[in-house]
């Protein structure tokens, strides 16, 4: 994903496929390589107060960079949000949710590990 468009989905409303919005994508999380891993959510609150921000897996993420007036869709429940740490220090690793399959039980990796992309399918 190039610069650009990460710039163009910034700032967008992430909701469930068939619901309303619940926050907004606020950043992107790279690995070395530029490739995105993980992007930041802002769940509620009103000019940042009682906002709470987590890092969800890129794959849970869905989009068109040129459809502006879409939401992105998460492929995550209310109840799996919940359950996320929130991201706060953006200079240590963060926690990351990735989304349930088969090979995958866990809700997120250890803390303070890198994320990894899912097991291909």
Known sequence: MSPEQVLSILGRPVAE?????LGRLVDVLVDDSGTPQAGVID???FLGVGSRKIAVHWSTLHFAPAD???PITIDLTPDQIK???EYKDVTKPAP????ESPQTTAASPEAGSQPQPP???
């Open 119 to 121: 097991a291909a399918q």
């Open 68 to 70: 502006q007036k879409r």
């Open 96 to 99: 990351v949710v990735v989304p």
């Open 17 to 21: 496929p068939d619901g309303p919005a």
């Open 83 to 85: 359950a996320v740490p």
């Open 43 to 45: 769940f509620g609150g």
